[in-house]
């Protein structure tokens, strides 16, 4: 059974690390792993909702570990073995610091089981209801994964598409950024 953390009013930490898998769908499109969070508060949001897998590290932990170790808590499974590649970090807009790692492989989202966390809701009740971390997962084309992820985390896309072009391995066009 997936772990089961309490969350506090105390002060969350300010950096996460997260794993962007991505695979080459049919014709070479690019397709990246996105996940819904779960709970009430995100339970009817969509467009500008979705994430990467992530989660809080401690100053000093290595980030990539991190990133390993969200990915399988909120996904029930450790990321595939592989290269990663590095996409750096980008400063939310609510200054939490995100830095991801991209690698290759598949994951079947019908497979997903979250860990899980303890919430008041609704907010002042004192009332603990438990929420999965997240509640879904889907791989989107780039283009669909830019409409979907939060604003904030976009840039990951554009800088794996630019790590996958620099690479060669350049993908058609459907792949993408679509502005629309």
Known sequence: MPACRRVTGEAM?????????????PGDVVEVLIVHPGGP????KDLGAWSVPKGEYAEGEDPAAAADREFAEELGT????????????????????????????????????????E????????????????????????????????????PFLDRLMASLA?????????GAVDPG
């Open 41 to 44: 508060f995100w339970a009817k």
């Open 166 to 174: 620099g690479a060669g391995r350049t993908p058609p066009v459907e």
């Open 119 to 154: 919430m008041e809701w609704p907010p002042g009740s004192k009332r603990l209801i438990g929420v999965a971390e997240i509640d879904r997962a889907a791989w989107e084309t780039v283009a669909g994964a830019h409409r979907r992820l939060l604003e904030g985390q976009t």
């Open 78 to 117: 450790p990321p595939p073995v592989g290269p990663r590649l590095d996409l750096g970090e980008v400063t939310q807009r609510g200054g939490k610091r995100v830095r991801v790692f991209a690698v290759e492989g598949e994951l079947d989202v019908t497979s997903v089981t979250s860990n899980t966390f």
């Open 13 to 25: 930490a300010r950096t996460s690390a997260g794993v962007l898998l991505y695979r080459f769908a």
